[in-house]
């Protein structure tokens, strides 16, 4: 006897108890051996969403209000679920196919930022200098199987100029990424590792000259390759990176710096209100700004550029051009052909002629570009070979890394 067609509401009955039976079958594998897919997404940095529960911004202010909170300086941290997921958006954007390095979260605090991540399938390394978070960061880990790694340290206090072993909080980060199972890469492959964090405001001019300094010495995280920095910065200091040739206000050192040795894409910007502070009284405490807008955070990434050490720059002679750039821009009125008779440069009027750059330029409209091409074309001359050009030079990376 032929079977006429099977009803619509007998099929629908059929595929709801087919799919149980494979939910019940399949539901062991996940909890025991993987399959194969969840395998092949773990090797690639894409974990199935573990489907945690991200507490609303009350509850993560509470927790924040109940910790005793250790340092002066004011931290601030993401407690509204709606901006955690719009960070979760920008740090992900751009990702290409394939595996994803780790994210390394700095100061974490109660943990929004972080159980939406891993919601989305990114493996996770926090690192929190506050042991008052920890446990609950712990516990999360604990119930995960490996996409999150929860350590003490501090990224404000990495690698610092000690001969003996860092004390945490402090973090070395040969044994940090050690840890965390980052490998060295050469500088034009993909980024090894991701790293986010909130600035804290009265560090953070100084936190970006240490990575300069570090990024162009090829030296801490970027030993490994062109780590990615995701922070959020004063809208101020953005502006600071990001100014222009001519602009007396914001066009200084550490933007031509910047610019040449850095990507550098907004991502988003946050007003401050947003942002829940480790201030007892709940303020906000948004630093002054006389001449420059400050209503926002800026979420900035910073992505070292795979062009950095070409012609004559190189991370062995780049402390010397970091400081001619300051040297330069220490009076950005000044003229560049009288900054360079400084320097006991006879031919410096030739030499600017060869770069077609005008004698009479100010030090503050020289573009980025230029300064490098000086500084090319100096490597020739024996003015890098004086004495008081070293002892200068190690004088400021001493005080920047102090």
Known sequence: MLAGPVPPSAAGCCRRLLAAALAAGLRPLLRGLPPCWVTARRAAGQWPSPGLRVPEAAEAERLVQQVHHTGVAVRRFIACPQL???VQRCLQRGARPGSQPVLLECGPGPGVLTRTLLNAGVRVVALENNPAFLANLQSLENSLDGQLKVIYGDFCRLDPLVTKPAKPPAVCSEKLFETVGVAAVPWRADTPVKIFGILPQSKERLILWRHL??????????????????????????????????????????????????????LHMEPWSSFFTSLK?????????????????????????????????????????VFMVKQCLAKPKSRLIDRLQSWSLDNGSQLLRELEIPENAQTRNVYPEDYKRIFEALQSSNIFTENWWHDEVFENTRNINL
């Not at 920095?229 to 933007?255: C, D, H, M, W």
């Not at 550029?305 to 002679?317: S, V, Y």
């Open 281 to 321: 009284n709940g303020g906000l405490a948004i630093p002054k700004s006389m001449w420059l807008p400050n209503d926002h955070l800026c979420l900035v990434r910073l992505t070292p550029q795979q062009n950095l050490f070409t012609g004559g720059l190189n991370p062995k002679n780049s402390p010397i051009f």
């Open 213 to 266: 300094f570090a990024l162009y010495e090829c030296s801490s995280i970027y030993r490994y390759g062109r780590a990615e920095l995701n922070i959020f910065i004063s809208e101020k200091e953005y502006k600071v990176l990001t100014g222009k040739p001519g602009n007396a206000r914001t066009y200084q050192a550490i933007s031509v710096l910047c610019q040449l040795g850095y990507e550098i894409q907004l």
């Open 84 to 86: 955690a997921s719009t």
